[in-house]
């Protein structure tokens, strides 16, 4: 047998507590498990396991060497998976949250295709437009639209989102366009989400700068910030993909083209042990492709 295999019967024999059980668990005579063992300590050069009629146990330096020897064990078995993954198809459950406007006008299609590619998997989808906590929750994945706070979590980029600045014609009428970012001080701006400050940031003077902006209205939903400007509340600063359709029948129109807004991006994140997951690389790997191609 090889030094790794060793090892494999020194960890079985501890975990069953005797070279008995470990022996039957493994299906060999309990003689082989025991001069196995005998043999790595020789060639270790020390004692692992104290034997007495009664009882065993491992010596400090075996206590030791069994710590260890379960993780290098646990790291090849996962090698080992990982490895022979690449060729598979992904399978099981995954639990998965994502904002309400993002996952109704991307994930409704999206995800019914993937599904129908895979076969053995299945998704709950949480439409949410909080932050949830992916360990305390029990999610696996998260799809996240804007900066990302600084966390133990993994963090892949999926796509890269346009926002514009727009308003209604009738508010417009009613209300000068603004000319310059700092014009909508002096403006009715929707604010998103629930921070008591709303800044709304654009390219001046060759940097990046916020404009601090306020208003009577806000509201956790992209959808519902858009069609509060379509009713004439006001102006708003959305992804393309969320105010495309209004603008195009004209029921917004932009201001502030001169000055170009910085790119948001859209992130999946997920916890480290999901780093490994067959399913959670491949769904990432299929929904970065296909907003790419959506551009």
Not at 268 to 291: I, K, T
Request: aromatic share 8%; glycine share 6%; net charge neutral.
């Amino acid at each position: 047998m090889n030094q790794l295999e060793d090892m494999q019967l020194f960890v079985s024999v501890l975990e069953c507590g005797s070279f008995t059980a470990a022996a039957d668990a493994l299906g060999l005579s309990k003689q082989f498990v025991s001069r196995r063992v005998a043999a790595l300590e020789a060639r270790l050069g020390v004692r692992l396991i104290n034997r007495s009629t009664r009882k065993l146990n491992a010596t400090v330096l075996g206590q030791s060497y069994f710590e260890r020897a379960q993780r290098i064990l646990q790291d090849v078995a996962e090698t080992d998976m990982l490895v022979s993954e690449q060729g598979a198809s992904p399978r099981g459950a995954l639990r998965l949250s994502a904002p309400m406007s993002f996952g109704t006008l991307h994930l409704s299609t999206l995800l019914p295709d993937f599904m129908r590619l895979y076969p053995d998997v299945s998704i709950e989808l949480d439409l949410s437009d909080r932050t949830v906590d992916l360990l305390g929750e029990g999610y696996d994945m998260a799809i996240r639209i804007g900066a990302l706070a600084d966390s133990t979590l993994i963090a892949r980029q999926l796509a890269a989102m346009d926002m514009v600045t727009c308003a209604s014609p009738a508010y417009l009428a009613a209300h000068p366009a603004p000319q310059t970012p700092v014009d909508l001080r002096q403006h009715e701006c929707m604010l998103y989400g629930h921070s008591k400050t709303v800044e709304w940031r654009y390219w001046i003077d060759g940097r990046s700068q916020a404009v601090a902006v306020q208003g009577r209205y806000r509201v956790n939903n992209g959808e519902l910030v858009r069609d509060a400007a379509i009713a004439g509340l006001g102006l708003t600063m959305l992804p393309a993909f969320i105010v495309g359709e209004a603008l195009a029948r004209g029921d917004l129109v932009t201001v502030l083209d001169s000055y170009q807004l910085p790119t948001t991006k859209v992130y999946a994140v997920y916890p480290q042990h999901r780093q490994s997951s067959l399913l959670v690389q491949f769904l990432v790997d299929y929904l970065r492709d296909a907003l790419l191609a959506r551009k």
